[in-house]
T-cell receptor, first 115, second 111 residues
Framework: DAGVIQSPRHEVTEMGQEVTLRCKPI?????LFWYRQTMMRGLELLIY????????DSGMPEDRFSAKMPNASFSTLKIQPSEPRDSAVYFC?????????????FGPGTRLTVL | TQLLEQSPQFLSIQEGENLTVYCNSS?????LQWYRQEPGEGPVLLVT?????EVKKLKRLTFQFGDARKDSSLHITAAQPGDTGLYLC???????????FGTGTRLTVIP
C-alpha cells in the first residue's frame, strides 16, 4: 500500500505569495493531521480532521493559514500571504482509530522556504 | 499546551556504546509513543507503551513507560550507525485524538 503522499516536496516562494500544500492520506484512515517542524519549535500540530471534519485548529498560527479536507483522500494546507517566518517542513499524517490513536503515519514532508 | 521534555537534546557516541534517552512530563498519558525520524523523511513509529511500568523490547532497543505514566525512556544497546536519527517521544492524553510531541533527541553514532 502507498503511504501518505505529499506534494510538492520542496517549495520556494517569495513573501506575500500564496502557498498550497497537498496531502493524500492512506486509504481507509479516518484521521488526518497537519504538523509543522522547525529547529526552534520542534514538531507542532496545526490542525486535525476526523472523517473529513476539522476537529481542532487551535494550532493554526494565524488567519493566514487555512486547511480543507474536501474528501477522504485529499487535504490542503494553504498559507496566504506567506511570510519568511513560515519557512519550515510541513508534514501530513494519517491514522486509523481502530489501530490506536497514537499510531500515525507521516508523509515525507514539504520543505517550504519563503524568501 | 502539554510539554514533553527530552534529554539529552543532542548525543554523539561511538559505535558499540550504550545510551539512554529520557522523556519527561508533568502530565499523565494514556499511551506514549516513540518515533524515529531520518533526514528528509517523516517520523516513523517505533513502539507504543500503554501500561505504567511496561517494558518493550525491539531488537537492541528497550522502551520503558514510567509507573505513573508521565515519563519514558529509550535504551539502545551496542549502538550502530544505522541508529542515527532524531528520536521523538509523543504522548496521547486520555480521551484525546492528537499527540503531543517531545522536543526530540538527535543521535549520531560514529562508525
Amino acid at each position: 500500500d502507498a503511504g501518505v503522499i505529499q506534494s510538492p516536496r520542496h517549495e520556494v516562494t517569495e513573501m506575500g505569495q500564496e502557498v498550497t500544500l497537498r496531502c493524500k492520506p492512506i486509504s481507509g484512515h479516518d484521521y488526518l493531521f497537519w504538523y509543522r517542524q522547525t529547529m526552534m519549535r520542534g514538531l507542532e500540530l496545526l490542525i486535525y480532521f476526523n472523517n473529513n471534519v476539522p476537529i481542532d485548529d487551535s494550532g493554526m498560527p494565524e488567519d493566514r493559514f487555512s486547511a480543507k479536507m474536501p474528501n477522504a483522500s485529499f487535504s490542503t494546507l494553504k498559507i496566504q500571504p506567506s511570510e519568511p517566518r513560515d519557512s519550515a517542513v510541513y508534514f501530513c499524517a494519517s491514522s486509523f482509530a481502530a489501530q490506536g490513536r497514537g499510531t500515525q503515519y507521516f508523509g515525507p514532508g514539504t520543505r517550504l522556504t519563503v524568501l | 499546551t502539554q510539554l514533553l521534555e527530552q534529554s539529552p537534546q543532542f548525543l554523539s557516541i561511538q559505535e558499540g556504546e550504550n545510551l539512554t534517552v529520557y522523556c519527561n512530563s508533568s502530565s499523565v498519558f494514556s499511551s506514549l509513543q516513540w518515533y524515529r525520524q531520518e533526514p528528509g523523511e517523516g517520523p516513523v513509529l517505533l513502539v507504543t507503551v500503554v501500561t505504567g511500568g511496561e517494558v518493550k523490547k525491539l531488537k537492541r532497543l528497550t522502551f520503558q513507560f514510567g509507573d505513573a505514566r508521565k515519563d519514558s525512556s529509550l535504551h539502545i544497546t551496542a549502538a550502530q550507525p544505522g541508529d542515527t536519527g532524531l528520536y521523538l517521544c509523543a504522548g496521547l492524553e486520555t480521551g484525546a485524538n492528537n499527540l503531543f510531541f517531545g522536543t526530540g533527541t538527535r543521535l549520531t553514532v560514529i562508525p
